[in-house]
């Protein structure tokens, strides 16, 4: 072969690739939008919904071999190697064989038949491979060891001593019980997660984060700080959708960290506020990167019970990210953003009045009509991509074309939350299989010694470490598996141990050494990556205390007398602005160290929750004591001030 021949060769490959990845990316958006539509069932097609999961991996294994490189990259830059060749044809073989031959199979656990067993074996071996390109080696090792230790638990010593279990069994199970990998978590990743990532997906290239950045722009451009204020408010409204910290750090971050530099931001503060920002996004209501929809199936409780117990976080989470944003700006004379660079708001409203709507169709479609999460998100991209066609934004039409993107990219960037899908859900079969659930949760209870806080430590260093550098779904999911339960154990409010996994699952994104959220940021910015997080954790100081008020007393999370809930909230924003004066060190002036430090005294006085413990009373009233007298030394500071003018 010549010189000039060998390119062709190797475009022949790229083009043939790109095709076929191409054809199963848009496939598994399809056959996701078809089961939400219930499109099976109209053409006569009566499948198990384990059945329907397979048809669904039967596409989403061989996508993430021709996609994703064995080596570094998430995805893939030139030819596909023969291995990863045979590696997708083989994933594509087996989960066909699943999805035909479950009805029968999965009836023979009992006598575990040859063709069951070597069809869940090469399943489990393929999706740990997969999630290990994916995902990373942290969660690929937890994993790893759950089986190890299914294998080995009637070995273990005292309270961790589980079943005996031998290795057929345990692949059997595996592979054809409906609780492991054709269980619960791989049912929402492909119907709901799929659904959401296509709603965001769609509002992307229709021009919906631009508009929102846009209103953010008119809202709070001319106020000081308005370069952070622009970013802490567009990342709340994108970042729900998005689903993904990185994603929503890339979206709009590329608007609003430039911003944040040139009104006058460290490139490690502007980085920070803009990981930060897109963080909470995960937490806000009422979809929070999907987990909301996730959390109510884990919890058997209705949607709305959770959109309620999230918001008043997520409300304290934002307005304290929001005051040292705006103190940050006054402590360093920040100049406002340029008239010039601040869009009108007449253009803005009249070329992307129909943005709003999408989210009206999602909630009116959820509380009014009660249709699935699924069916919902389905029917506000749907909203949105008629809007768009019909008027454009900015003079431009959503074309078939960017609606084939959207299909492509939604497939594509579920590919990894699959994975997570299949090898959490191995995770749960070993814990129902071996009984190591409970020895879990009763060694996380003994470690506390019974104590509740110190349980709670445990909890959010393990889920910290859990959560590094894994999507929204995939955190909550494994950690409401493996943590939640021991909280619940010990008395705590289930909705309230489930907020808080998913709170400290998410604060692995701007927590180093692996604060992926804060790393993206930092690139962009142009900052050292480890400050940045470091910054980024002072900047979301609220999201590592929060959790704990709630769980020592759920008014926060609107559970209690309304009495209560109403005082108990105004008492933490309260708190979030002085804890966030002490933080930055300012209000009208520089403060002394002194001066900050009775600041977030006092804040941490007012933002314990009545009757959360013995002396929570007498706390509060020692808070607001001290902060009735900085304020008044504050204004009696500023009236010198003004008479020696």
Not at 313 to 323: D, E, K, N, Q, T
Not at 344 to 368: D, I, Q, T
Request: aromatic share 10%; with cysteine.
């Amino acid at each position: 072969m010549s010189d000039t021949e060998a390119p062709k060769t190797a475009r022949l490959d790229n083009k043939t690739l790109n095709l076929l990845v191409t054809v199963l990316a848009v496939g598994v958006t399809l056959l996701s939008a078809a089961w939400a539509l219930d499109l099976y069932r109209d053409v006569g097609l009566q499948i198990y919904t384990e059945q329907y999961l397979g048809i669904m991996l039967t596409i989403a294994l061989p996508l993430v071999y021709l996609a994703v490189p064995a080596g570094p990259g998430r995805f893939r830059q030139g030819a596909v190697p023969w291995y990863d060749i045979a590696a997708a044809i083989v994933g594509a073989g087996v989960a066909a064989y699943t999805a035909f031959w479950y009805p029968e199979l999965t009836e023979a656990i009992g006598r575990r038949p040859l063709d069951g067993l070597i069809v869940g074996g090469i399943m489990a071996v393929l999706l740990i491979e997969g999630l290990r390109r994916t995902v990373g080696m942290i969660l690929t090792s937890v994993v790893l060891l759950f089986l190890i230790l299914a294998l080995i638990g009637d070995q273990l010593p005292g309270e961790m001593e589980g079943r005996p279990i031998d290795l057929e069994h345990l692949i059997y199970y595996l592979g054809w019980d409906s609780t492991s990998v054709l269980g619960t978590p791989m049912r929402i990743v492909t119907t709901i997660v799929v659904a959401f990532v296509f709603f965001g997906r769609i509002l992307f290239v229709s021009g919906g984060s631009e508009f929102f950045t846009d209103i953010a722009m008119v809202l709070m451009g001319r106020y000081r700080g308005g370069q952070a204020k622009i970013s802490v408010f567009a990342s709340s409204l994108f970042g729900s959708i998005s689903g993904s910290t990185v994603s929503n750090v890339v979206t709009t971050g590329v608007v609003t960290i430039p911003l944040m530099r040139r009104g006058g931001y460290q490139a490690h503060h502007a980085g920070a506020i803009e990981a930060v920002a897109s963080t909470g996004g995960q937490l806000m209501p009422p979809v929070m990167g999907a987990s909301a929809f996730l959390m109510a199936e884990f919890l058997q409780i209705p949607y709305t019970d959770v959109v309620l117990a999230a918001l008043i976080p997520a409300i304290l989470y934002y307005v304290a990210l929001f005051i040292q944003a705006d103190l940050e700006a006054a402590k360093g004379n920040m100049k406002r953003i340029e008239k010039s660079e601040i869009p009108a708001a007449g253009p803005v409203l009249k070329s992307g009045w129909f943005f709003p709507l999408p989210f009206v169709a999602l909630v009116v479609a959820l509380f009014v009509f009660n249709y699935s999460p699924e069916l919902s998100a389905l029917s506000a991209a749907a909203v949105v991509i008629v809007a768009t066609a019909v008027f454009g934004y900015k003079g431009k039409k959503l074309t078939l074309r960017d609606l084939f993107h959207a299909l492509r990219g939604t497939g594509l960037g579920v590919v990894d939350i699959f994975m997570i899908g299949g090898c959490v859900g191995m995770v749960i079969g070993v814990l129902n299989l071996s009984g190591l659930g409970f020895a879990l949760t009763l060694i996380l209870v003994q470690a506390a010694a019974g104590k509740l806080i110190v349980l709670l430590l445990l909890a959010a260093v393990v889920c910290i470490i859990l959560g590094m550098g894994m999507p929204t779904v995939g955190v909550y999911v494994l950690l409401a598996t493996l943590v939640a339960p021991a909280l619940v154990e010990v008395g705590v409010l289930p909705i309230a141990a489930h907020l808080f996994i998913l709170y400290f699952g998410m604060m692995s994104m701007i927590t180093p050494p692996v604060a992926i959220g804060a790393f993206a940021a930092a690139n962009l910015s142009g900052a050292d990556p480890m400050r940045t997080g470091f910054s980024a954790m002072r900047f979301g100081w609220l999201a590592f205390i929060i959790p704990f008020m709630f769980v020592a007393s759920p008014t926060l999370i609107m559970h209690g007398e309304w009495q209560f809930i109403v005082i108990d909230t105004l008492g933490a924003l309260a708190a979030a602005w002085l804890i966030s004066v002490g933080i930055i060190g300012y209000y009208s002036q520089p403060l002394s160290i002194l001066e900050r430090g009775a600041y977030c005294l006092a804040g941490f006085g007012l933002i314990i929750p009545l009757n959360a413990f013995a002396a929570a009373n007498e706390a509060n009233i020692i808070g607001l004591i001290l902060a009735i007298g900085l304020i008044a030394i504050e204004f009696r500071r500023r009236r010198f001030a003004q008479h020696k003018i």
